[in-house]
């Protein structure tokens, strides 16, 4: 790492730090089912690393309504409703020890680590996994107004730790958020289904091959 300059990390949270992706499905698959909208998890997929917003706008491309704006909104406070339920069930279990131990060596060798998620549950999901004090700043959806792959979640991460955007790298497993990383100057590791992409600087198929960068 020493060679590139890089002082900072920043993660994504779902999919990299832990995985709410289940908790998502089944949420909007309630939402999905109550309007009797046809969802699966192949369109899930796409719902990976965008906004709530934009993930009801995908969802009701097969919606036989039209829907107001304050329809929407109601569905989309539906959704987060059921979510955080679903949350309640995470705990300190749903992170490895793999990923505790990672953090805790990467703060041992100096760098600030930092979130950088679109998700507005952020701080909540970290609390739940007793995460909260691995990470020196959060940047998260509730400080953004553009969701990847717009940078703005990372470069704000980078500010909170106050380093230019070419001292950090960005952990991902989806492609807008590699494709955001890349956009602003950001070194790019990819992790899981972002680690096939060929946009992705750096590709580990493991949390701990951080450390081997």
């Not at 309007?35 to 796409?46: L, P, S, T, V, W």
């Not at 989806?174 to 060929?198: L, M, Q, T």
């Amino acid at each position: 790492m020493g060679k590139m300059n890089i002082k900072g990390i920043i993660f994504d949270l779902d999919g990299v730090i832990c995985s709410t992706d289940e908790y998502h499905y089944q949420a909007w698959k309630s939402i999905a089912d109550d309007e009797g909208i046809y969802f699966d998890r192949k369109i899930n997929e796409r719902l990976r690393g965008v906004s709530r917003a934009e993930s009801l706008e995908i969802i009701l491309e097969r919606a036989a309504a039209v829907y107001s704006p304050e329809e929407k909104a109601a569905l989309m406070e539906k959704k987060n409703n059921i979510y955080r339920e679903l949350l309640k069930n995470m705990g300190p279990g749903d992170v490895t020890e793999e990923v505790r131990s990672t953090l805790r060596e990467l703060k041992e060798r100096g760098y600030g680590l930092a979130i950088g998620s679109s998700s507005k549950n952020t701080r909540f999901i970290l609390e739940r996994t007793a995460l909260t004090d691995a990470f020196d700043g959060i940047s998260d959806g509730n400080m953004i107004s553009r969701s990847k792959p717009d940078p703005e979640v990372f470069i704000k991460a980078a500010g909170i730790l106050g380093l230019k955007n070419e001292e950090c790298f960005v952990i991902e497993d989806a492609i807008s958020g590699i494709n955001a990383a890349n956009a602003a100057g950001f070194h790019s590791v990819g992790i899981g289904p972002a680690a096939e992409c060929d946009e992705a600087e750096f590709k580990i198929s493991f949390f701990s091959e951080i450390l081997d960068i």
